[in-house]
């Protein structure tokens, strides 16, 4: 199928969409926004975003089109919050649990808009959120049998619980996480990449577990991105020298969860907390809160680690832009959107070598912890943080590049750009197939 507009007509998927939000529904919110402005796009999200579109100035009916299945989905919010202890943990429990009402969306979008898209209303379907690969589209095989291309993406998840570390996976609850691959057997799964034109793969280890036979189809393209309308704050630094017994200002930002890794930076910090070379600010929420006071208590360091609570999104870049390093050494993590935020503003990450924010971060831009056990961790945490105190210029030598990184290679409106390619692709298959490596460690930008 050629096409001969410039902008792509695209029915738009988004079950989670939210400006108000953080996580999955602001990525959406984000990525649908950054699409709009390259293709004629109407979003399809759940009822619980409209509030938040509208005060956004979206208009319903012309940007968004709302899906009502809060009915069955309080139910489901119900047992789930029975079933994980609470609402802080077991992800997979939740995520297994909303497969069946993700059905049910599917059924309304199907039931509302078959009829148009076989009349030919749209050149596409993109399914862009939910993001997780578990979570299966019918949608796909309806929608090959109408002659309309079906994009799926960005699908991110899975990311394997690293050994020794089954405490924390305990504490998460994740119970399910044991048995994931589960998820194959479900209706829809193999169906969704068979009939996809498409698939974006938002990280290197959901491509590996992507089946072989589907590559050809598949887009690298990472899942997060910066809005630099919301990181364009700058303090001023002045240039440290050796010596300099200025304390470095070290920030941890996100959910205080077990795998976020927030104790392992207070121990590893702790000594030099207590020589006034480091003060560190902790920023989030979550289960973990108490017991990471107690913590802090225990190692005498209450006057140097500070507990700032959870803050909203558009708060992040007063916390960040003060900050020297970016402690966040998370042992199991998808996508790192914080990373990239505070990379934005000349943050300096100090992250763990696995998962997500491994793929953002390059030994020019930050620190890479090579994974091992929690003690080796946070030993090698704490050898960085020393290093650090002794040599601060090496960390005046990383702004630049990171903030460089950030701005000029993840932003929405290039990852836009990017998803217009797979668009063109998908129209005109006879065009070359668009690839977007994310560059390595020895090639910066």
Same mark, same amino acid.
């Given at each position: 199928?050629?096409?001969?507009?410039?902008?792509?007509?695209?029915?738009?998927?988004?079950?989670?969409?939210?400006?108000?939000?953080?996580?999955?529904?602001?990525?959406?919110?984000?990525?649908?926004?950054?699409?709009?402005?390259?293709?004629?796009?109407?979003?399809?999200?759940?009822?619980?975003?409209?509030?938040?579109?509208?005060?956004?100035?979206?208009?319903?009916?012309?940007?968004?089109?709302?899906?009502?299945?809060?009915?069955?989905?309080?139910?489901?919010?119900?047992?789930?919050?029975?079933?994980?202890?609470?609402?802080?943990?077991?992800?997979?429990?939740?995520?297994?649990?909303?497969?069946?009402?993700?059905?049910?969306?599917?059924?309304?979008?199907?039931?509302?808009?078959?009829?148009?898209?076989?009349?030919?209303?749209?050149?596409?379907?993109?399914?862009? $959120?939910? =993001?997780?690969?578990?979570? @299966?589209?019918?949608? +796909?095989?309806?929608?090959? &049998?109408?002659?309309? *291309?079906? /994009?799926?993406?960005?699908?991110?998840?899975?990311?394997?619980?690293?050994?020794?570390?089954?405490?924390?996976?305990?504490?998460?609850?994740?119970?399910?996480?044991?048995?994931?691959?589960?998820?194959?057997?479900?209706?829809?799964?193999?169906?969704?990449?068979?009939?996809?034109?498409?698939?974006?793969?938002?990280?290197?280890?959901?491509?590996?577990?992507?089946?072989?036979?589907?590559?050809?189809?598949?887009?690298?393209?990472?899942?997060?991105?910066?809005?630099?309308?919301?990181?364009?704050?700058?303090?001023?630094?002045?240039?440290?020298?050796?010596?300099?017994?200025?304390?470095?200002?070290? $920030?941890? =930002?996100?959910?205080?969860? @077990?795998?976020?890794? +927030?104790?392992?930076?207070? &121990?590893?910090?702790? *000594?030099? /907390?207590?020589?006034?070379?480091?003060?560190?600010?902790?920023?989030?929420?979550?289960?973990?809160?108490?017991?990471?006071?107690?913590?802090?208590?225990?190692?005498?360091?209450?006057?140097?680690?500070?507990?700032?609570?959870?803050?909203?999104?558009?708060?992040?870049?007063?916390?960040?832009?003060?900050?020297?390093?970016?402690?966040?050494?998370?042992?199991?993590?998808?996508?790192?959107?914080?990373?990239?935020?505070?990379?934005?503003?000349?943050?300096?990450?100090?992250?763990?070598?696995?998962?997500?924010?491994?793929?953002?971060?390059?030994?020019?831009?930050?620190?890479?912890?090579?994974?091992?056990?929690?003690?080796?961790?946070?030993?090698?945490?704490?050898?960085?943080?020393?290093?650090?105190?002794?040599?601060?210029?090496?960390?005046?030598?990383?702004?630049?590049?990171?903030?460089?990184?950030?701005?000029?290679?993840?932003?929405?409106?290039?990852?836009?750009?990017?998803?217009?390619?797979?668009?063109?692709?998908?129209?005109?298959?006879?065009?070359?197939?668009?690839?977007?490596?994310?560059?390595?460690?020895?090639?910066?930008?």
């Amino acid at each position: 199928m050629r096409l001969n507009r410039k902008r792509p007509r695209v029915l738009l998927i988004a079950e989670g969409c939210n400006p108000d939000m953080i996580s999955v529904p602001l990525v959406g919110y984000s990525h649908c926004k950054a699409i709009r402005e390259v293709a004629d796009a109407l979003v399809l999200t759940h009822w619980r975003n409209g509030p938040a579109l509208t005060k956004a100035g979206w208009i319903e009916g012309k940007d968004f089109t709302i899906i009502d299945t809060e009915w069955a989905a309080r139910s489901v919010w119900k047992i789930a919050t029975f079933l994980r202890g609470g609402t802080g943990a077991g992800w997979t429990t939740l995520a297994a649990l909303s497969v069946p009402l993700y059905y049910l969306f599917e059924h309304y979008i199907w039931r509302q808009f078959g009829p148009r898209l076989a009349a030919g209303e749209f050149d596409i379907v993109h399914r862009m $959120i939910p =993001l997780s690969p578990t979570t @299966p589209s019918l949608l +796909a095989a309806k929608c090959r &049998e109408i002659g309309v *291309p079906f /994009v799926v993406g960005p699908l991110n998840g899975g990311l394997p619980w690293p050994k020794g570390f089954d405490g924390a996976r305990r504490k998460e609850r994740e119970w399910l996480s044991y048995v994931r691959d589960a998820y194959k057997l479900l209706p829809g799964y193999r169906s969704m990449r068979s009939n996809a034109s498409a698939i974006i793969v938002a990280s290197r280890d959901t491509l590996r577990q992507m089946p072989r036979e589907f590559h050809d189809r598949c887009f690298y393209i990472p899942e997060n991105a910066i809005d630099p309308t919301r990181f364009a704050k700058r303090a001023p630094r002045p240039p440290r020298q050796p010596g300099d017994r200025r304390p470095l200002q070290v $920030i941890f =930002l996100g959910r205080l969860v @077990p795998y976020k890794g +927030a104790d392992m930076l207070i &121990e590893a910090a702790a *000594p030099l /907390v207590k020589a006034g070379r480091i003060a560190l600010n902790l920023v989030g929420d979550g289960p973990q809160m108490e017991e990471l006071k107690q913590l802090v208590d225990r190692l005498g360091v209450a006057d140097g680690v500070k507990l700032s609570g959870w803050v909203d999104h558009r708060q992040v870049q007063q916390y960040l832009v003060g900050a020297d390093l970016f402690g966040f050494p998370s042992i199991r993590e998808f996508g790192g959107a914080v990373v990239l935020e505070a990379m934005a503003l000349g943050v300096v990450p100090i992250i763990v070598d696995y998962g997500g924010p491994a793929e953002l971060v390059t030994a020019k831009t930050g620190y890479l912890l090579k994974l091992g056990t929690r003690a080796q961790i946070v030993a090698r945490l704490q050898q960085t943080l020393t290093h650090l105190a002794d040599n601060p210029a090496e960390i005046d030598a990383k702004r630049g590049p990171a903030e460089r990184r950030a701005r000029e290679l993840f932003t929405w409106e290039n990852k836009a750009k990017q998803v217009l390619d797979v668009y063109r692709w998908v129209l005109d298959p006879s065009t070359r197939k668009p690839i977007f490596p994310v560059p390595s460690p020895d090639q910066e930008p």
